[in-house]
Nanobody
Framework: VQLQASGGGLVQAGGSLRLSCEVS????????MGWFRQVPGKEREFVAA????????RYADSVKERFTISRDNAKNTAYVQMNSLKPEDTAVYYC????????????????WGRGTLVTVSS
C-alpha cells in the first residue's frame, strides 16, 4: 500500500486547508484511515480517523469542531478539511492506513505516507 499526502501549505490564522491522501496498491475500502501530525522534538500526535465505511470518525479534542475527515472510496482518497486554523496547528501532517487496533494510536497503523507541511501564521 502506498500513500501520498498533499495539500499542505502556508495559511493565515483563521484560514482553511484541505489535505488529501491518495492510496494505491491495495483495496482502499478495506482500510481505516487516519491523520497524524508532528512538530520537531515532539511525538506524532493523533488528529482524526475514519473507518473504512466512513460510518465512524474520531477526532483529537484539539481539532474537534474545526477539522472534518472524510473519504471517497471510489477515488481511493481520504481527506481532512481544516478550518479555523491556529498557529498551534503548524506541523507536518501524515496520513496512515490500518486494518485493526485503536484508531487513535499511531502504532495501530501499518502504512504511512510522507508528510505534508502545514504552516499557520499568526
Amino acid at each position: 500500500v502506498q500513500l501520498q499526502a498533499s495539500g499542505g501549505g502556508l495559511v493565515q490564522a483563521g484560514g482553511s486547508l484541505r489535505l488529501s491522501c491518495e492510496v494505491s496498491g491495495r483495496t482502499f475500502s478495506g482500510y481505516d484511515m487516519g491523520w497524524f501530525r508532528q512538530v520537531p522534538g515532539k511525538e506524532r500526535e493523533f488528529v482524526a480517523a475514519i473507518t473504512w465505511s466512513g460510518g465512524t470518525t474520531r477526532y483529537a479534542d484539539s481539532v474537534k469542531e474545526r477539522f472534518t475527515i472524510s473519504r471517497d472510496n471510489a477515488k481511493n482518497t481520504a481527506y481532512v478539511q481544516m478550518n479555523s486554523l491556529k498557529p498551534e496547528d503548524t506541523a507536518v501532517y501524515y496520513c496512515a492506513a490500518r486494518r485493526s487496533g485503536d484508531m487513535s494510536t499511531a502504532h495501530s497503523y501499518q502504512y504511512w505516507g510522507r508528510g505534508t507541511l502545514v504552516t499557520v501564521s499568526s
